[in-house]
Structure formats: structure tokens, C-alpha cells
């Protein structure tokens, strides 16, 4: 399934929004299942996942229990093949809805305003414009938005709580896969049949935009890969 679709209730107030977070917060961060559980009986049909599109585990965990889940795709038009390539299988083979979010501007229309290849030289920029600004934007309509965060992912990951109230984007954020290592969840996927990026396999164990995104080595750090070479180790999106 594939639309651009609207939640189907009012929002909550913020008090609202942060007390079911703190309800969340005390939630056991090893079962995922309990905690998509959760997710989907507290906000039917306001809640989003968040999906690079790196495998689908995330949007197959969360429709378990939420039937037609809105999942959310950063179209940033810098996306490998393969990537696209699972998009499509997400879609076709999981019950979920994906919602293709897109920047304002379309790649030939940020290259004419700031010039070809913004990304080599203000990357910050390139992010904010491509991915940050149009992600709070699509989540203004949501009281809550899952993510396939992992503290084994990277220094930066380490303390990632398992729910909170999301400041920057004023709605609670759930992190269900928060205790998981890259081997919980290549397992899950095979054991329930989800579609993987075949780049996941090839030396991509953390997937962006092509443009910023290369192979790491055996044992590295999964997002050594993202943005090598710069001081920049993260989109913004969950910083
Ligand atoms: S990851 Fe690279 S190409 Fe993608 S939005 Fe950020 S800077 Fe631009």
C-alpha cells in the first residue's frame, strides 16, 4: 500500500503527550513487542514509524499490532537503487502505509538555488533542507513517532532512551528496538521474512543518501559509513 495519507484523530495536548511518554519511559526496553504493543493501543491512528528503508523490521514490528501503519520515507532523492528497490517490497509485503516524505525543493531545483552537489560542501544545510525540515513537518500531525534507534549504533546512541517526549519535534518518540544489536536484527528479518536492503550485506550496515554514505569495514562502527571523512555524524534528526 502507498498514499499520502493524515492521521485520523485530534492531537493531544503536550501535558497529554508527556504523560504517556513517562508512562512509556517505564516500559521493559528488552521486549519489542510489548512496546509496539503499547505504541499501537495509546495512539491508534496518530502514530508514524520511521524507516531508512535499510530492511523493513521496524514497519513489520509496529504493524503487528498497528494494521496500516503510517510508515514515513525521507525522499531526499539521493537514495541508492537498492533502497528504492525495498521501498517498493515494504510496501507491497507488509501491512503498512508509506508515506513518502519530500523537501520542498527537488534535487534540480536545489542545484540551480545553491549549486550541484551541496552535500560536499554544506552538508548540514543539505540535511536540514532534505530531511529535517520536511520530517517535523509531516510530524506536526502525529502524537507519536517510532524509530529504529539502537544504542549499539554509535557513540552518539549510547544513552537513547526507550521513550521520551520528542522537544524538538513536540511528540512522544519511541525506540522499541533500543536494546537490539545488528545481529537481533538481521534475525528478526530472516525468522519473519521482511524484506533487507541487499546493501546490508555488502558492507552498509547503516544506509543513507548515496552521495554520503560508504562501505565500512568488518567490526567498525555501523555508521562510520555516514558521512566519512567529516566531522559530521548525524542528519540532526535524532540529535
Ligand atoms: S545525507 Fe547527504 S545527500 Fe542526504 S540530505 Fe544529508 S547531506 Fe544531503
Redesign the pocket.
Known amino acids: 500500500m502507498s498514499a499520502t495519507t493524515t492521521p485520523g484523530r485530534t492531537k493531544r495536548s503536550e501535558e497529554e503527550l508527556r504523560a504517556l511518554a513517562a508512562e512509556g519511559a517505564q516500559l521493559d526496553d528488552t521486549d519489542a513487542a510489548g512496546v509496539a504493543r503499547w505504541a499501537a493501543e495509546t495512539f491508534p491512528g496518530t502514530l508514524a514509524v520511521a524507516c531508512s528503508m535499510a530492511e523493513g523490521v521496524l514497519p513489520h514490528l509496529i504493524s503487528q499490532h498497528a494494521p496500516g501503519v503510517d510508515v514515513l520515507f ?1 525522499e ?1 532523492g ?1 537514495h541508492f537503487a537498492d533502497t528504492i528497490g525495498t521501498r517498493a517490497r515494504v510496501a507491497d509485503e507488509l501491512d503498512v502505509t508509506i508515506v513518502d516524505v519530500l523537501p520542498e525543493l527537488t534535487v534540480a531545483e536545489q542545484d540551480a538555488k545553491y549549486g550541484p552537489h ?2 560536499e560542501r ?6 536540514a ?3 529535517m525540515e520536511p520530517l517535523a513537518r509531516t510530524l506536526g500531525g502525529y502524537e507519536a513517532w517510532v524509530t529504529g534507534v539502537r544504542r549499539d549504533e554509535a557513540p552518539t546512541r549510547t544513552t537513547t532512551p526507550l521513550v521520551t517526549f520528542d522537544e524538538k519535534h513536540g511528540l512522544v518518540k519511541i525506540n522499541p528496538l533500543v536494546t537490539w544489536t545488528l545481529d537481533d536484527l538481521t534475525a528478526y528479518a530472516t525468522d519473519h521474512n521482511v524484506p533487507v536492503n541487499l546493501l546490508m550485506y555488502d558492507g552498509y550496515p547503516s544506509i ?6 560508504q562501505r565500512v569495514a568488518p567490526g567498525d562502527d555501523p555508521r562510520s559509513g ?2 566519512a571523512g567529516l566531522a ?1 555524524t548525524e ?1 540532526g534528526i535524532h540529535t
Open positions: 525521507l531526499t539521493y551541496l552535500y554544506d552538508p548540514a544545510r543539505c540535511c533542507m532534505r530531511k543513507g543518501c548515496e552521495p554520503c554514505t555516514r558521512w559530521k542528519c
